[in-house]
Every structure is written in C-alpha cells, then in structure tokens.
C-alpha cells in the first residue's frame, strides 16, 4: 500500500525522538553509516508520520541517530499525512524498508512479529501465513508463539545472545521461562561462557534437575558450590562454564558421575602411556571395554602392545573392570 507522501526538511526538534511505535531495528548506533553522513550527507530520506505538534518516526532511526551524533539540525524526509491512519499499514513501509536490504536479526524478527500482533491487530494467521515466510521463519503457530516469547524476555538473555554468547536455540529454551527465572539465569550467566555445543547439555541439565526435584531451573545458580565458582576471578568464563556444567552434571547423574571418577582413577594405576585409551561402554550399560591406539610403525605397535600386555598382567586391570 503506497500513501500519498510530500518531502521536505524537517527540523529535527520537531520529531518526536522518544516514540519507537513502528522502530525494527535492534540497534540504532552505527559507526558506518554515522562516517558515509560525516563524509557525503544524508543520501536517503527518512520516513515520518505527520502530527498535530510532532512528527512520528516510521523508519531511518539509524539515519536520524547519525545525524544527532553529527549535530545536524534538519532531517530530509518523506512525509506520510496524518489523515493516512491506518498504523498496521505505515507499519509495513518500515517492514519493507527493512526488509529490502538487510537480513533482519532474530531479535528484530521477534520485535516486528510481537508488534504486528499485539501493537497493530493484525491476525495470528495473517501473520503466519504472510509475515513468517518473508523472515525465512516456518509458518507454524508454534514459531509465531516462540518470536514473541523472545520479544519480551529478559534483557540481560537478549543482551548475552545479541553478544554472541547463546544460540538461538538456547533463547529459545529461556525465553519460554517465566521472568523470574529468566532473571536469576541472566545473573548467573554473566560470569560464564558456554560453547554452543555445551549450551544444549547445560540447558538441558538444568531441566531435568528441575523436574527431578521439584525446583524451578534457576535454582541451582543460588547452590553455594555453584556461586563459588562464578565468584572465582582466577577462572576464565570458558572455565567457569565448564565447571558449573560439570556440577550440574555430577548432581543429575551422582552414580554414573561416581563410576566414571573410580574408573578414572583406576585406570591411572594401569600406568599407560596417554597415546593407549581404555574407553568404557557408553553409561557402563555393558561390561566391556575397548582399546584404541595408534602406531605410525610395526616398532610403535609392538611397544604398544607390550605395555597393553604388562598392564594385563597386574590386579589394576581386574579392579577396572569391577567399576563396570
């Protein structure tokens, strides 16, 4: 739908600068666009909704932001009367603005579905039907359901995954949280870095202590073991996460946790070199073992071998196999 619209310079104390009813993006700073202004000038207008006393931003926030930080005065725009009410429809000139040349974030997905929805009235099936395909998102009334979770979740959760420090995945799984726990996560996860193939298991830790003893999902993180951890500054992020995962693991999983720790231990005592493996069958389900090495020659191999067969030859071997 195309409004009838007039262009002129607007001075920018005439625009209401607080109103973000029809704002996408997710973050308005940018250093490039605020350099191409510096150097050449506003290229393109932005987009304004006319008033009685102000004008309303439909989009070029980041084009008005740069102008601010490069203490512009006027703003060349295009101006979409004020008789032109209908809001979903001004809604979808920024939509579309957006869309034309840049991918949006998953964030600014979820801003542009909760506020289709829930600021502008438009349907459910609507949405799904036309808006999701155009975002590369599935048409299901589940995804629909997810994005608009994320939209309202907590901001240190959209803070971290803006960061780069959760998978989308994993917002996901928060988002759907109630926003106390979403909350005291947010806290804990501050001190802490999780690599994406660690998220998942971490999260999903988390879960299954919550189901399994009956407390919500950010309990574990106000555990005194798990606050000493977060609190150690002798740690890196990457080493905290990884030590809070091992906790959690050990607390879902004492008895496997406890076999895996006498294996270990037992089979130091073998005294094998590192390059031999001694590895257990997954969950010590059955009781067999299984070797791996490898030997870059017959010579290597032999050695190998022989140690294999010293180490079978000691009380060490049939203590490893107790523990399965």
């Known amino acids: 739908m195309l409004f009838d619209m007039i262009c002129k310079e607007i001075s920018i104390e005439e625009i209401d600068l607080t109103n973000e009813t029809f704002r996408i993006s997710e973050e308005i700073v940018s250093a490039p666009l605020r350099m191409s202004m510096r150097e050449v000038g506003q290229l393109n207008p932005v987009l304004l909704l006319e008033g009685k006393h102000t004008y309303r931003l439909i989009c070029g926030f980041r084009r008005l932001y740069a102008l601010r930080q490069l203490s ?58 036309n808006y999701l395909p155009l975002m590369d998102l599935s048409p299901h009334k589940q995804v629909l359901h997810i994005y608009n979770m994320m939209h309202t ?9 803006k960061a780069g420090h959760l998978t989308l995945s994993s917002m996901e799984y928060l988002a759907a949280m109630p926003a106390s726990s979403q909350a005291s996560i947010a806290s804990g996860l501050e001190g802490i870095r999780l690599s994406a193939g660690l998220q998942k298991k971490f999260f999903s830790l988390l879960r299954d202590l919550a ?41 879902r999983y004492p008895r496997l946790t406890q076999a895996e720790e006498r294996f270990f231990e037992r089979k130091k005592s073998l005294e094998l070199p ?14 067999d073992l299984r070797v791996e090495f490898n030997a870059p020659d017959a010579e290597r191999f032999r050695e190998m071998a022989a140690e294999l067969f010293e180490a079978s030859q000691t009380p060490e071997l049939d203590g490893l196999f107790k523990v399965i």
């Open 72 to 129: 512009a005065s006027h703003v060349f725009a295009r101006i979409v009367e004020e008789r032109d009410r209908d809001l979903s429809g001004i809604f979808n000139l920024a939509f579309w603005d957006n869309l034309s040349h840049r991918q949006l974030d998953p964030l600014e997905k979820a801003r542009a579905l909760y506020k289709l929805r829930n600021n502008f009235g438009v349907s459910n099936n609507v949405i799904i039907k």
């Open 153 to 161: 979740s907590n901001q240190g959760l959209r803070n971290r995954f």
């Open 211 to 251: 189901a399994k003893n009956g407390i919500e999902p950010e309990v574990p993180f106000k555990d005194p073991e798990v606050l000493s951890i977060l609190n150690d500054a002798g740690l890196s992020p990457f080493q905290r996460g990884e030590k809070v995962f091992a906790l959690l693991y050990r607390w």
């Open 274 to 287: 590192g390059s031999i493996r001694i590895v257990p069958a997954p969950y010590f389900e059955v009781p």
